[in-house]
């Protein structure tokens, strides 16, 4: 079982937005920044988020971060038949003294 | 270009030993903290450890491989390893070496090497 939690899936249909809830606790998610993952089927886990909000070049605007207390949220608009894949947050945790993930959410565009 | 290209991967029976490498290219290696991450067949990610760019600052490992594995570095040789011993079934997983652009955020990823533990 996972520190942090996240739906196993979501779906919409292409052009649509999605929203990816990510919740944990005030050791990790409440006193850390959170980050965004996203896995294509077959390949390496690959960053999309950073500092709960912050992405990296070459990651287009369409994919957002949010965070509110113990929670954080990831957003798609515009969704597209691409990203189709797994998506998983991650964090800090200070009572753990480890880095945790959430189980991970499997996006599907309808 | 950054380049992580994970190698030592293969089927070992159960209570046996393997080491992982990662040979990383592309950036300043020793200016980097370095991770393994681990993803059991059909499951999701799971840090395994850390370590600090010097080796020096910080060694960080997870509950579930604490005692049996040990991370190392090679700053001169560019190059991230974990020695895993007393593998277990549950150890089965394509292990990934990742670099951190800072603390836990894992900027980039090698395209991961298959460990499977046969009890």
């Known amino acids: 079982q996972s520190v942090l939690t996240q739906p196993p899936s979501v779906s919409a249909a292409p052009g649509q937005r999605v929203a990816i809830s990510c919740s944990g606790s005030?050791?990790?998610?409440?006193?850390?920044?959170v980050s965004w993952y996203h896995q294509l089927p077959g390949t390496a886990p690959k960053l999309l988020i950073f500092?709960?909000?912050k992405r990296p070049s070459g990651i287009p605007d369409r994919f957002s971060g949010s965070k509110s207390g113990t929670s954080a949220t990831l957003g798609i608009i515009g969704l597209q038949t691409g990203d189709e894949a797994d998506y998983y947050c991650?964090?800090?945790?200070?009572?753990?003294?480890?880095?945790?993930f959430g189980g991970g959410t499997t996006v599907t565009v309808l | 270009e950054v380049q992580l290209v994970e190698s030592g991967g293969g089927l070992v029976k159960s209570g046996g030993s393997l080491r992982l490498s990662c040979a990383a290219s592309?950036?300043?290696?020793?200016?980097?903290?370095m991770n393994w991450v681990r993803q059991a067949p059909g499951k999701g990610l799971e840090w395994v450890s850390s370590?600090?760019?010097?080796?020096?600052?910080?060694?960080h490992y997870a509950d579930s491989v604490k005692g049996r594995f040990t991370i190392s570095r090679d700053n001169a040789k560019n190059s991230l390893y974990l020695q895993m011993n007393s593998l277990r079934a549950d150890d089965t997983a394509v292990y990934y070496c990742?670099?951190?652009?800072?603390?836990?955020?894992?900027?980039?990823w090698g395209q991961g090497t298959l460990v499977t533990v046969s009890s």
């Open positions: 990742a670099r951190s652009r800072y603390g836990d955020v894992f900027d980039y």
């Open positions: 592309g950036f300043f290696f020793s200016s980097y903290s």
């Open positions: 370590i600090s760019s010097s080796s020096t600052n910080f060694i």
């Open positions: 005030s050791s990790n998610i409440g006193s850390n920044y």
């Open positions: 500092e709960d909000n």
């Open positions: 991650g964090t800090w945790d200070t009572n753990l003294n480890a880095v945790v």
